[in-house]
T-cell receptor
Framework: NAGVIQTPRHKVTGKGQEATLWCEPI?????VFWYRQTIVQGLEFLTY????????DSGMPKERFSAQMPNQSHSTLKIQSTQPQDSAVYLC??????????FGPGTRLTVL | GDSVTQTEGQVTVSESKSLIINCTYSATSIGYPNLFWYVRYPGEGLQLLLKVITAGQKGSSRGFEATYNKEATSFHLQKASVQESDSAVYYC????????????FGQGTKLSIKP
């Protein structure tokens, strides 16, 4: 079992560019979660899907951020017109439906 | 809204001594939240250390334990005798009763062990 896979591990974008982050959940897991970690804000919940359906996006910034789960094997987090304040480690987690979430290694996004 | 507070950003403990990392929570919804401790060892991803989903119960793993105290709204992490391999960042978290998918994390406590 490879665990949750996140690609790329590091991404550098220029201000105003688009960034797409990928997450492959553990095979058979029905739920996918996205979190963001910064020094100032800590670990923040963004959004989650269950059986590919969006369940809760209460943590997503209202503008420029979107998440999708087109099939059970991957989810994407897209940030349009990236800004320096979007720089963070973005974490994806998956769950089989129990309370335990398994986290990926994260994608470090740096916006110059 | 719901929140988790860890008052110590960094803790240093001598090897073989006891440890306590403080965690308090605030849950505004009806019903008791699920409580967790996650850990990030150097160079590794975030992983679950222990969980308690019933108020009043104790969880334990790898020599660590935490008791869900609903009166004090606390979930402190304790270990009787720490080892160098326990050096890591520890995060307390809750999932609200009404939304058991979402995790709300504390700021984390970095534990360093003095040999």
């Amino acid at each position: 079992n490879a665990g949750v896979i996140q690609t790329p591990r590091h991404k550098v974008t220029g201000k105003g560019q688009e960034a797409t982050l990928w997450c492959e959940p553990i095979s058979g897991h029905s739920a996918v979660f996205w979190y963001r970690q910064t020094i100032v804000q800590g670990l923040e919940f963004l959004t989650y899907f269950r059986n590919q359906a969006p369940i809760d996006d209460s943590g997503m910034p209202k503008e420029r951020f979107s998440a999708q789960m087109p099939n059970q094997s991957h989810s994407t987090l897209k940030i349009q017109s990236t800004q320096p304040q979007d720089s963070a480690v973005y974490l994806c987690a998956s769950s089989s439906g129990t309370v335990e979430q398994y986290f990926g290694p994260g994608t470090r996004l740096t916006v110059l | 809204g719901d929140s988790v507070t860890q008052t110590e950003g960094q803790v240093t403990v001598s090897e073989s001594k006891s440890l306590i990392i403080n965690c308090t929570y605030s849950a505004t919804s009806i019903g008791y939240p699920n409580l967790f401790w996650y850990v990030r060892y150097p160079g590794e991803g975030l992983q679950l250390l222990l969980k308690v989903i019933t108020a009043g119960q104790k969880g334990s793993s790898r020599g660590f334990e935490a008791t869900y105290n609903k009166e004090a709204t606390s979930f402190h992490l304790q270990k009787a005798s720490v080892q160098e391999s326990d050096s890591a960042v520890y995060y307390c978290a809750l999932s609200p009763h009404y939304n058991q998918g979402k995790l709300i994390f504390g700021q984390g406590t970095k534990l360093s062990i003095k040999p």
